[in-house]
């Protein structure tokens, strides 16, 4: 988990309100072997998870878990591989170093290296996401968060990807067991909306409409992707 700064505020698209970064984290499978983000789209679990949390107007965590649109959440994939290349792989790696220092749970540090969120994130296209209504995946998994799934994948090397399972261990021993699978299972989708940005919209055919490019939001429909984490 890592804490960020006040002062990153994250609005439209959609939102209902402005909503300020609190900090972020990752979910992650047995490292290059077993993927392990939350999210499946079309059935596809990607190695990692990113996910950035918000508060609604700045709110506190505990207040925000007690409104039903208190956090939204960006959801990123990261996905390990071989072609992955240049400046965000830098940042990754530059970033990963810092997990050596936190191996115990319950540890912290100052995050070292010149990183910045907006370097892990990369060139990854912000205009094609998913957004529902869901829940913490973490307990008391509150049904609290409004979710935005970015579908490209940020790529980074293999190396990184097993970096995480491999330095975290899931007590405070150096030598305990390490931490890895920390992903929820996926939940029913109930009578839940997924809606789409613009340029994931299916083309309109009899219309002969082109696509928009500003990433306004529209209504995909609850049958398209089946099961998705709440
Ligand atoms: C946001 O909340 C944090 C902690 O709750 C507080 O320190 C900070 O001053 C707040 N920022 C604004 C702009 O209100
Ligand atoms: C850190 O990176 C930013 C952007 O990548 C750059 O502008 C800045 O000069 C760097 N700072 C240091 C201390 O290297
Ligand atoms: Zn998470």
Known sequence: KVKLKDGLLLSGSG?????AAKGF???WGTGVDQPGSEH??????????????????NMSMSEALDDPQGIAVLAFFVQGSDSAKGKTVKAWKSFSKNLQ????KGSDTKLRGNVSL???????DLARYYRYSGSLTTPNCNEVVIWTVFTEPI?????????????????????GPHQKNNFRPLQRLHNRMVEASALLKPPLATTGATQPVVPNLSVLGIDVLGVLPI
Not at 160 to 172: C, E, I, K, M, Y
């Open 15 to 19: 939102l209902p309100d402005v909503y």
């Open 25 to 27: 984290h990752f979910h």
């Open 40 to 57: 499946c789209i079309d059935g596809k679990r990607y190695s990692m998870e990113l996910h950035i949390v918000h508060t609604r107007n």
């Open 101 to 104: 220092r936190i191996a115990k």
């Open 118 to 124: 907006h370097d892990l994130i990369g060139p990854t």
């Open 155 to 175: 790529l980074v090397p293999f190396k990184v990807v097993a970096f995480f399972p491999f330095n975290l261990r899931s007590t405070d021993s150096s030598v």
